[in-house]
């Protein structure tokens, strides 16, 4: 993932708490105003309750941040996005994450527009 859409560790723990968070099959999404950027910032977060392997927790980040990738350049707020792995995205495929990641995406584009 490009540097200017990466999370650094010093904005992740500055997040405010008031976050919207939204659930998919196999990604929770939390979303975070985030004022010090121009433009989104993204991370994943894959714990050991996912899977004691490293190589497991690994392979779902790799997926996550791949199908990650051609979406955020479309997304003109300055938002934290963290996405948190569930169980089921060890046993996913890249089409299914990346689907799960395109429903939440257009989840937020939704709850944004003006009405």
Do not use: Q
């Not at 999370?7 to 979303?31: C, E, K, W």
């Not at 991370?43 to 990650?68: T, Y």
């Not at 003109?76 to 792995?85: C, G, Q, T």
């Not at 689907?99 to 995406?105: A, G, T």
């Amino acid at each position: 993932m490009p540097k200017k859409y990466r999370l650094s560790r010093a904005d992740f723990t500055n997040l405010s708490r008031p976050a919207r968070r939204i659930h998919g099959t196999f990604f929770s999404l939390t979303i975070t105003p985030l004022p010090s950027s121009k433009g989104p910032r993204a991370a994943c977060v894959v714990s050991k309750k996912v899977s004691a392997r490293s190589v497991d927790r690994n392979r779902v980040e790799r997926l996550c941040r791949e199908c990650l990738r051609p979406h955020l350049a479309r997304i003109e707020d300055s938002l934290a996005l963290v996405f948190h792995a569930k169980r089921e995205a060890r046993e996913a495929s890249h089409a299914d994450v990346a689907r799960d990641i395109e429903k939440m995406l257009r989840t937020i584009d939704a709850r944004d527009a003006p009405r």
